[in-house]
């Protein structure tokens, strides 16, 4: 079959008429001879049947009076038909009364031998003998050659006129198709100034595909010159489009950092409450401590030009001391805070630098300590062998600040938010789970969507999911959310250790949900 595909039509032509023409010839040139062998038999046995009739009628008269003598010369008298080689004549009895026996010709065998025997019967019905000639056939098998011969000829003859009918047949439909493939080829090729298909005469079937190709190549070569003039023009339209994409595309890169500002600003305001108040208790510490440390100065430097006694100045001391300790230690903590806000605040300026994310969460968690105070424990599982990982430090900061302050606002009574880290395959994985109310099925698809939110009005602007994604994205990385109502919600962040490209670049990398 496949090789049948690959033959040209002019060969299949040729085939399919050279079968067709064979098998028709042959069919009939069988049944020819058929007819002709069939009919020439018949003729035959009707014709020795006649013989036998007529040699036997003569011999009545011999049988009816016994002269065998007669009989014999009846019989000889079929010494003219070549094809007789005997003739036997029988009584009623059964018993020879004459006969006759050409001479033997060369090459006769007993198959070439046909017998015809025939009763010979009176006017009134009375049986009276038999007679029986054996005739030669070659006659008729030389006659059945003679036809097979001719037919041979025949044969041969429309063959030969087949051969030529499917040459003339070839050209008629072959050639019109070469010329319709040479012009497809040529127009594949680009070629489209050809106006006249050589094959196209007539209104044929041919002749209109020959017509529809010209057409199709007019229609081509039109619009392939059209095509032309619309490229020459096409590279300054393409450098102006090109010019205002970079322009809007260097615009909303400010308006996303803008955005990411603004998102972190909001937070910082979230902050605020928390972090005064814990400013205000270190100062506290402060203020109360020195007071008692210049009253205690005083007292210890009257006491001890009083009366130069060493235990009660020596209690004075350590008291002094101690407030010195907490002051320090008030001193320390606002210092923590203010650095913690610093570093949350400060711009990497599109910079990958490699960052230690444990020490990033702990800044996170330093600064939502008073967010977390009354509503959820943070639990720390890190793996120590958790490599350093290149990103913007300000802007992935951000987005475990908006994963962590989600993740306080959905837990309503007294909960737990656990943090987990781990390496695996080239990627650093951080995950945030809380056992909050968790978040609809339906409404999971949506949370990275901007301005989305399932909180009450008032409580957020819908942007930080939003601004997350797209600061994960912009690392190549990725997002993972497992939620359902009442079981709380994990989000995984799954960042490359090493750097990919730069975070601000257009291509988002592998960033997803799922």
Known sequence: MMFWRDVSIKHKLTLILMLTSSLTVLVACLAFYGLVV???????????????????????????FDVPEDAGVVLATLKGRKSVRQVILYDKQGHVFASYKASALKGTSVKEICSFSRKIILDDGTYVGRIVIEDDMRDMARGRRQILLILLLVGVGSLFSAFWLSA???NVVSKPLLSLTEMVKRIAAGDFQFK??????GRDEMGVLCSAFVEMNKRLRDSHERLEEYNRTLEGRVAARTEELQNAMDDLRKSQAQLVQSEKMAALGQLVAGVAHDINNNISFIAGALPNIKRMTNELVVEMAE????????QMHLDIVSLLANAEEGVRRTKKIVQDLNAFSRSSHGQLVPVDIHAELNNIINLLRYECRDKAEIIRDFDPDL????????????AYMNILLNAIQAIEKRGTIRLKTWPAGGKAYISFQDNGSGIEPEALEYIF???????????????GLSITYNIVK???????????????????II??????KKADEEDGGVGGME
Not at 387 to 398: K, N
């Open 495 to 500: 960042l490359p250790v090493e750097p990919c």
């Open 307 to 314: 009366n130069h006694k060493a235990s009660p100045a020596w």
């Open 168 to 170: 003339i047949l070839r």
């Open 196 to 201: 006249k298909c050589s094959s196209m005469r």
């Open 474 to 492: 912009n690392h190549h990385g990725k997002i993972e959310v497992h939620s359902a109502p009442g079981r709380g919600t994990e989000i995984v």
């Open 387 to 398: 490599p350093v990982v290149y990103c913007q430090r300000d802007h992935m900061g951000q």
């Open 449 to 463: 969507d901007p301005f989305f939110s399932t909180k009450p009005v008032g409580q957020g602007t819908g942007l």
């Open 38 to 64: 069939n009919h020439f038999q018949k003729v035959y046995k009707r014709d020795m049947n006649n013989l036998a009739l007529i040699v036997g009628s003569n011999c009545k008269a011999a049988l009816m």
